[in-house]
């Protein structure tokens, strides 16, 4: 209990309001702090006795509280009234927590918005709760400084988006470190998906290309190339006119890393395709023949486990009949036990009529039990098999099951690579047509 004061007690303090140009909310803050500080105050009598309750309950634990039964519970009952005041009171307390913490936030904008951003990030680290939305805040006030390196600090601690990146790189771009800014272009375009920030980085990629670009990323332009190709396959069936330009920049791109002719280039572009295209169709026969491997292997499996069931089902059978003979002896043993308490009880001049009914009644019951086991022998030695039986049906049926689903288990198998030979048929038709749309 008394480290919950010196957590709550903390909090007051941390949000304690420093003076700023804003009365009215300084002024909400310090009224609810008051109220808080007003509440723990409340708190801190139940506490105590809640303390002393549950010191005082625990000595009568174990033998020494064996008739206390009275002062037990009435503890309990104080204990419970207690508890259930000082959670209201931490209900209370968090409520007003929270309220504080909002108020905060909304103090915090408005420095912002006035432009006093050192004030502004003060308030927002005050907020308990840093989620994205908080820590986009004091980004921007940083940002808003010029401190860039600060600013690209709390963007990358955020969720890893494409817009968050694009941040971090107009953060870079104003703080003349071209080189990051370019890497975190890359990190957004690749690979593409053709979202509203790509288009941005796409944009700014070419923008922000300087001097020395090409001794920190020698493949630039063959990167950029293949984003380019990538957008082209994006747009190819909704706008193939958009698609064919976008090709045509990719080739353009391929000709300033090496200074060959345009159409060369896009038909060694063309020649990779289809090559990717041929070792998908490779991979794809190697992986139909491991497939097949696969489902004899899993065919080999359950013709395994069927031979142990069946072992298993012979060895219950050789074991079956001493089973039987085991419940034979078991019975007769009972019997045997229940005549002799007969006996002992019939000598015994303090036995009560009840107890030599009840011993009657014990041989009696033996006596019908070993007649059944004699009778139903077959029964007892079925129902010892049966779980053998069983597991020898269940391994067939599992065998079965395999032969039915042969195909549907291999072209599972095969799924990926025939999906992977499928793109790649896909994507060297679209490039041959946008080969031959430009050149």
Not at 385 to 412: G, Q, S, W
Request: proline residues 2%; charged residues 35%.
């Amino acid at each position: 209990m008394k480290s919950n004061n010196i957590i709550k007690t903390a909090l007051v303090l941390t949000l304690a309001a420093s003076t700023c140009g804003f009365a009215a909310n300084e002024s909400d803050i310090e009224n609810l702090e008051k109220k808080l500080i007003f509440i723990e105050n409340q708190m801190f009598t139940p506490e105590l006795r809640l303390d002393d309750l549950q010191k005082e309950r625990s000595q009568y634990d174990g033998i020494s509280g064996w008739f206390k039964g009275s002062k037990k519970k009435a503890l309990d009952a104080e204990i419970e009234k207690q508890e259930s005041e000082v959670n209201k009171l931490s209900t209370d307390m968090n409520k007003i927590s929270t309220e504080i913490q909002s108020m905060v936030f909304e103090v915090a904008k408005t420095f912002e918005a006035k432009g006093n951003y050192d004030k502004a990030i003060e308030y927002y680290l005050k907020v308990s709760n840093r989620t994205d939305t908080v820590r986009a805040r004091i980004a921007a006030c940083y940002k808003s400084k010029k401190d860039y390196q600060q600013a690209i600090k709390w963007l990358l601690d955020m969720t890893r988006t494409d817009a968050n990146l694009l941040e971090v790189v107009d953060c870079y771009h104003l703080d003349n470190c071209p080189k990051q800014a370019i890497h975190w272009l890359f990190e957004i375009l690749e690979p593409f998906q053709s979202n509203g920030a790509e288009k941005t980085a796409l944009k700014l990629i070419e923008e922000y290309k300087y001097s020395n670009i090409l001794s920190d990323y020698p493949d630039y332009y063959v990167r950029l190339s293949d984003i380019y190709i990538q957008k082209a396959f994006a747009n190819y069936k909704n706008n193939t006119n958009t698609a064919t330009a976008d090709y045509k920049k990719a080739v353009e791109l391929r000709c300033q890393e090496n200074n060959e002719a345009a159409s060369t280039v896009s038909m060694k572009i063309v020649n990779a395709y289809q090559t990717k295209y041929t070792e998908a169709l490779e991979i794809l026969n190697r992986q139909k023949e491991a497939a097949e491997r696969n489902y004899q292997d899993k065919l080999r499996n359950a013709e395994n486990e069927i031979d142990e069931a069946e072992r298993r089902l012979r060895r219950a059978i050789g074991d079956s009949e001493r089973h039987y003979m085991d419940v034979v002896r078991n019975a007769d043993m009972a019997l045997k036990r229940a005549e002799d308490h007969l006996r002992k009880v019939e000598s015994d001049p303090q036995a009560t009529p009840q107890q030599k009914d009840s011993a009657r009644r014990s041989v009696e019951n033996a006596r019908r039990e070993i007649d059944r086991v004699r009778r139903e022998k077959p029964r007892i030695i079925h129902d010892y098999l049966r779980p053998y039986e069983n597991r020898v049906r269940e391994a067939k049926e599992e065998k079965d099951k395999l032969v039915r689903d042969r195909n549907n288990i291999i072209e599972k198998y095969i799924a990926p690579y025939k999906k992977a030979a499928s793109d790649a048929k896909n994507l060297t038709s679209i490039i041959k047509s946008l080969h031959n749309a430009n050149f």
